[in-house]
């Protein structure tokens, strides 16, 4: 596996190209054409977008090196992704996911579940909690259901839940919505078999669209 950094390079058509990467299905789309073409392949890499002065950033997370044969990309020297970890071990960690939950056959995003659940528009204004307090609550409840399986445990003290979004991009005629929610805080590793799996893999849906990958560091 290799953690890769990228920005975009100057370029003549900088505006345009920053307002393509602003779709989702388009942003998966030119960042697929850094991986050698293969008719056959499926997508093996996760990635995270951030705003650094006002272009947009990734860290990829891929088996193969990104080849920037269109020459748009200042890419740093991909490092080898081999962390060592241990039982008991802490780490700081930031993770964007899309956070639903399934139900009825269907997945539902956990914020507007929690709003409807609880009532919310039938609440006169003034009892209503704040809506961070329903992010924070929402997503703190989220991830520790789904912490054990993938090996680690959350300081819930620690955990901080924001940058709740909801997206909407086109494939064709097909509409695709969903919401993205941005958690930093600390981890302890309980099973480093399935701790080291979900790093590679990433936790939640949506993966083509940004979401999953876990970036870490020791405290």
């Known amino acids: ?3 890769s950094r990228l920005t975009l390079k100057e370029h003549p058509d900088l505006r345009a190209i ?3 990467l602003g779709d989702a299905y388009r942003e998966h789309q030119m960042l697929w ?3 050698q073409a293969d008719p056959d392949a499926t997508r093996d890499f996760l990635y995270r977008r951030e705003v650094s002065q006002g272009r947009p950033r990734y860290f990829l997370l891929s088996h193969r090196p990104p080849v920037n044969d269109l020459d748009l990309w200042r890419i740093d020297p991909p490092k080898a992704f081999t ?4 039982t ?3 780490l700081a960690f930031s993770l964007r996911v899309n956070p639903v939950i399934s139900r009825d056959g269907k997945r539902h995003d956990i914020v507007m579940d929690r709003k409807h659940r609880m009532g919310w528009k039938k609440m006169p204004p003034a009892e ?3 809506l961070q307090q329903v992010i924070q609550e929402a997503g703190h409840d989220w991830l520790r259901q789904r912490a054990e399986r993938h090996g ?3 300081d819930p003290d620690l ?3 924001e940058g709740y979004q909801q997206h909407q991009t086109r494939r064709g005629k097909r509409t695709i919505r969903f919401s993205t929610l941005d958690f930093t805080g600390l981890l302890r590793v309980t099973d480093t078999a399935a701790f080291s799996q979900a790093l590679e893999t990433g936790i939640g849906p949506a993966k083509a669209f940004g979401c999953g990958l876990m970036l870490v560091r020791r405290t």
Request: charged share 25%; proline share 12%; glycine share 4%.
């Open 128 to 130: 209503r909690p704040p």
């Open 18 to 20: 920053i307002q393509r």
């Open 88 to 90: 008991g071990q802490r």
């Open 83 to 86: 962390p060592r970890l241990q």
């Open 1 to 3: 596996m290799y953690l």
């Open 33 to 35: 054409q850094l991986f």
């Open 159 to 161: 955990l901080r839940v």
């Open 152 to 154: 680690f445990e959350i």
